[in-house]
């Protein structure tokens, strides 16, 4: 069990560059840390058809099972494991199995709305909005949707121009001002390279923590130890004196 842990949170527009932010400030702690996408906590819409399912507004807060999420944070950041979700994209539904998630010394929770709820907001250290101009995110996005997820690229630019962008200024960029960092133009290297420091260090205090809660440990037990011998030293000696 590790705690505590150091919980980040990456927020941003559709492809702003959150996914590769997180990767890259994570990589050289690796099992370290845990990232969690927010995308993974959308809604199970599974009594619903394919159809009504592909008209759902995703882009907005309601979209997402914010309790599950506030439950699976809460406990990874207590030590406890948590069975979390998994989504497929390309039939907008949950799927049934679920990944078993470890607690670690950092925790990252990235998505479009990561800083909006007001009490996961409360269980983040770092909060970061990841800001890339408009013409980039939606070929990124276009990109990621017609290639990754098997999308056509027409409902692709509907979708866009319907849903993604209207709640982008009305849910999205608004976050920023919960943000402790700004991040321009995506995976800026100066801002990353800092970041990456920073969970770097959060890191090795964590494990530090931990190897001074093992010593600690292992000193009361010892402590005890020594006590518990003292008492049965002291009830011998108690018993030869009386049979005297």
Known sequence: MTIPSFAIGIAGGTGAGKTTVAREITDNVEEAATLIPLDNYYKDLSHMDFEERAN????????????????????????????????DFSEHLRKEERVTVEPTDVIVLEGILALYDEDVNDMLDLHIYVETDADVRILRRIERDVVERGRDLEGVMDQYLSTVKPMHEQFIEPTKKDADIIIPEGANAVAVNLLEEKVQAESSE???WAVRGDEERYEREFTDSDTDDAVEEAVDANAAENSE
Not at 68 to 77: F, I, T, V
Request: glycine share 2%; no cysteine.
């Open 56 to 87: 759902v507004n995703y882009d907005h807060p309601s979209a997402f099972e914010w309790d599950l999420l506030q439950e699976h944070l809460d406990a990874l950041l207590s030590g406890q494991p948590v069975e979390m979700p998994q989504y």
């Open 206 to 208: 964590m494990a530090e």
